[in-house]
Each structure stands twice: as C-alpha cells, then as structure tokens.
C-alpha cells in the first residue's frame, strides 16, 4: 500500500497550474464542437504530459451508464469540476432541459474548466459556479436526478448531508461517489451512506485514473428521508 501511494503521489506533484496548461493543449489539439474529441485529448495529455485527476476513460464509462439511466433530461450536480471531463462526459449526452451545475473551489480550475467547454460547445448544458462546495450547496434550489461527488474525500460525507439537508434529493435520486478505494480513505462517507438507511448501495471496482492501482466507486440510489 505505501509502495502504491508514493507512486500516486508522485503523479501529483505540480498539478496546481495542470488545468491552464490541460486548457492551451485542448486548444491546439481537439476539434472544436466534439465532446469525444475533448475527452481523448485530456486523456492524451494525461498519459503522455502530465497526470491530470480527470475521473478517467475506466470509471469513466461506469459513469456515463449511471448518467444515461438517469435519462437525457436529467438534471445534474456535480461537487469538484477541474479540467471539465466528467462534465464533458456527463453533459454530452443531454437533451431538453437537461443540465449539469458543477461547483469548483480553484480559480485556476474554473477558469479552464469554462474554456474547455467552449471547444467542447457544452457551455449552454453546463454551469460552473466558482466557490467551495459548503458555500454553494445552500443556494441551489430544485432538486437533482444526479449527484457525481468528486472533490476532497473527507467532504463527501458532510456536503452529501448538506445536500441533504437543503432538499436537493429526491426519491430514485442516484449519488455517484468516485475515489472510495483503498487509497483514498473514504471510510467516514462509505460508513454513512451504508448505514444511514437512506440509500441502496452498490460498490463497483475499478482503478485509479491511467493507471493500474485499485480503487472503487459507491453507487447510492436515495430512498428517501
Ligand atoms: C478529482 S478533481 C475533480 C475531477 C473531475 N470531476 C473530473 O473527473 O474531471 C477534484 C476537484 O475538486 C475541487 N474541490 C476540492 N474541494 C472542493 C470544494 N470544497 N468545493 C468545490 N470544489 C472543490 C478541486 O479544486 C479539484 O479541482
């Protein structure tokens, strides 16, 4: 296990200005309006420039069945946006009134997470509301078909009862939780959404974005208060 942190945690180093750089090689290399064309072009940076945290082509097509079933006017929120690909991956497949809020804390983020999708031609299905997940959560209204939860591990549990707490679930309302693998400590969220009551569960394996190590995702389908 240490062996398979130390080589994760050295694929992150210096992927503070990784989104900026992500967005001017999108930029160069992706045909316009072509989500795909977006998504093959981070993974191409991710595998041969530099390791971005995208959710990835792996677990990546876990999550596009999840938002699928949820049905092509879903409206959908996700905590943790970054270089925009599970956004890409979430909203191309929308239609009508469906529509994706995605709630970034990083200014740098944020700022390349929006001119990603401008290339991808996504930006009328996707809001990206700079700001910490804590702050934004209490000003949604509505409720959520879907909830794809990928920033600070240790959040997840409080900002899924905030969610909560402000009504934004709604019964058949499905969480999707990346990163709950044995490397990433998400035994505080794992222990509530098991246990709570609230939720159906299902745990799917998987690995780590572009690489071999082993993580999970947690699929929790909301029963209701
Ligand atoms: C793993 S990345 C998200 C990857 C993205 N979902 C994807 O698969 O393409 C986690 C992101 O969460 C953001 N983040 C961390 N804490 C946050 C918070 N409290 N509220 C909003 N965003 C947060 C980080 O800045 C980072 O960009």
């Not at 995208?54 to 270089?83: D, M, S, T």
């Not at 290339?119 to 879907?146: Q, Y």
Request: glycine share 10%; net charge negative; aromatic share 8%.
């Amino acid at each position: 296990m240490a062996d398979e942190w130390n080589e994760l945690r050295g694929k992150l180093e210096g992927l503070e200005e990784r989104p900026t750089e992500a967005l001017a090689y999108v930029r160069e290399h992706a045909q316009a309006g072509d989500p795909n064309s977006v998504l093959a072009t981070l993974d191409d940076f991710a595998v041969n420039h530099g390791f971005l945290i995208n959710v990835g082509p792996v677990k990546g097509k876990i999550l596009e069945a999840e938002v699928a079933a949820a049905g092509a006017e879903a409206r959908i929120l996700e905590l943790g946006c970054y270089c925009a690909y599970s956004a890409i991956l979430m909203a191309k497949g929308l239609e009508g009134s469906g529509h994706l809020t995605s709630i970034e804390s990083s200014e740098i983020s944020t700022s390349a997470a929006t001119g990603i999708l401008e290339v991808a031609g996504l930006t009328h299905r996707v809001d990206v509301v700079h700001g910490t997940s804590s702050d934004v959560i209490p000003t949604l209204e509505g409720s959520f078909d879907f909830v794809f939860l990928d920033h600070w591990k240790d959040l997840y549990e409080p900002d899924l009862r905030a969610i909560e707490s402000a009504g934004l679930l709604h019964e058949g309302s499905v969480v999707f939780a990346d990163n709950v693998g044995p490397l990433f400590g998400a035994d505080q969220y794992l222990g509530y959404v098991r246990s709570c009551g609230h939720y159906e569960n299902r745990s799917l394996q998987s690995t780590v974005e572009y690489t071999e190590l082993e993580d999970a995702v947690e699929i929790s389908t909301y029963r209701g208060a």
